[in-house]
Nanobody
Framework: QLQASGGGLVQAGGSLRLSCAAS????????MGWFRQAPGKEREFVAA????????YYADSVKGRLTISRDNAKNTVYLQMNSLKPEDTAVYYC???????????????WGQGTQVTVSS
């Protein structure tokens, strides 16, 4: 199971940190991803990290502003969100895959989502 938290309302330029706690065993081959879905839009890839190596991957739209990280001891993945923009407003989901995937269909396990709202 994946449990996402940390969303909220923030002004443009502000910061938030999302957390995704994973229960059960994790393996170095697992990849944890963050996706987001804005109203009326498809779910889109935001960032991903490999449990084993810590290698990170980002959507172009968030590079330099959002940072994904993990704490293996806590089985938790984080998404530090800085310099937030109104267009970052969406429900953010964490998900787990057996390999690096950029499409939602590649992830089998999903958290419940957490709302991020950025006001202008």
């Amino acid at each position: 199971q994946l449990q996402a938290s940390g969303g909220g309302l923030v002004q443009a330029g502000g910061s938030l940190r999302l957390s995704c706690a994973a229960s059960g065993r994790t393996f170095s081959s697992h990849v944890m991803g963050w996706f987001r879905q804005a109203p009326g839009k498809e779910r889109e890839f935001v960032a991903a990290i490999r449990w084993g190596t810590g290698s990170t991957y980002y959507a172009d739209s968030v590079k330099g502003r959002l940072t994904i990280s993990r704490d293996n001891a806590k089985n938790t993945v984080y998404l530090q969100m800085n310099s937030l923009k109104p267009e970052d407003t969406a429900v953010y989901y964490c998900a787990r895959s057996n390999g690096l995937e950029y499409e939602p269909s590649g992830y089998r396990y999903w958290g419940q989502g957490t709302q991020v709202t950025v006001s202008s």
